[in-house]
């Protein structure tokens, strides 16, 4: 009996990669930075007149950054047009404006990264070969679940997995438990059958371990297990290293729902 029957694959670093070459670049304090905030300066000029890309550029890292602590401390996930109404109501705009704007700002900016995200060939193979023995299912850390869904399709991604969750959905991200256990509930696995892969130690390790399943973590850089860290089950350099790790574990597809 196969000791898999499921996997959960993160999608940030781990099925697809960024190319920061495919975003526009701002200049910020004499420096070229590549963000998306380049291209959204129609919608700035909409929603904060006045208001350069450059400045606007500060008060969404600032409003990052605090955000960010937050997701440090409770493991919670707030959508990115929440992080962009802050920006903005940071840089004076009104309550409207705000509400408005943030929503629209984040869906550009999505958009703007969602069309610098590649999907390598080799990892698309690996999907294939993988569908043919197993549940598969996403599970990412995203503050919107939208664009999210849109880069699956846009890869061809969301056709060859039986699950998606994101974690906006949900208000909480991994390391919690919820979005591995979400993700298990869909496909009717039990821990026990499900292994996890991912590129992120705290969050990706920190979910399975929280979840009890195990865990494929991606070392890209093989910096190691941190110390005093409770080790994955694997340890890989790369993701189509995850096929050998499996290679003993191919089994016939069972029919969601079956946990036995």
């Not at 919608?43 to 605090?66: K, M, Q, R």
Request: aromatic share 4%; hydrophobic share 45%.
């Amino acid at each position: 009996m196969a000791r898999y029957q499921a996997i959960l694959l993160d999608l940030f670093g781990t099925l697809i990669a960024t190319e920061p070459a495919g975003l526009p670049v701002l200049e910020i304090g004499g420096s070229p930075v590549r963000t998306t905030l380049a291209g959204l300066g129609a919608l700035l000029d909409a929603y904060a007149p006045g208001v350069g890309p450059d400045v606007f550029w500060h008060a969404l890292a600032a409003v990052s950054e605090e955000m960010a602590r937050r997701r440090a401390r409770e493991h919670v996930e707030e959508p990115a047009r929440e992080r962009f109404r802050r920006a903005l109501a940071r840089v004076g705009c009104g309550a409207r404006a705000c509400d408005e704007g943030g929503a629209a700002l984040a869906r550009a900016h999505h958009r703007a990264l969602g069309a610098a995200t590649v999907l390598p060939p080799e990892h698309g193979v690996l999907l294939d070969a993988l569908r043919r023995s197993y549940h598969l299912a996403v599970v990412s850390n995203f503050d919107d679940t939208a664009s999210a869904y849109d880069i699956l399709q846009r890869h061809g991604i969301l056709g060859r997995v039986d699950a998606v969750v994101v974690s906006e959905s949900l208000g909480l991200r991994k390391p919690h438990p919820l979005v591995v256990e979400t993700a298990l509930r869909l496909l009717g696995v039990s821990p026990d059958s499900a292994l996890l892969v991912g590129d992120t130690f705290a969050e990706d390790v920190g979910a399975a371990h929280a979840a009890g399943i195990d865990a494929a973590w991606i070392d890209r850089d093989g910096r190691g297990v941190p110390p005093d860290a409770a080790p994955p089950r694997f340890v890989l350099r790369a993701l189509p290293e995850l096929t050998a790790v499996l290679a003993s574990d191919i089994a016939p597809r069972r029919s969601l729902g079956s946990t036995g």
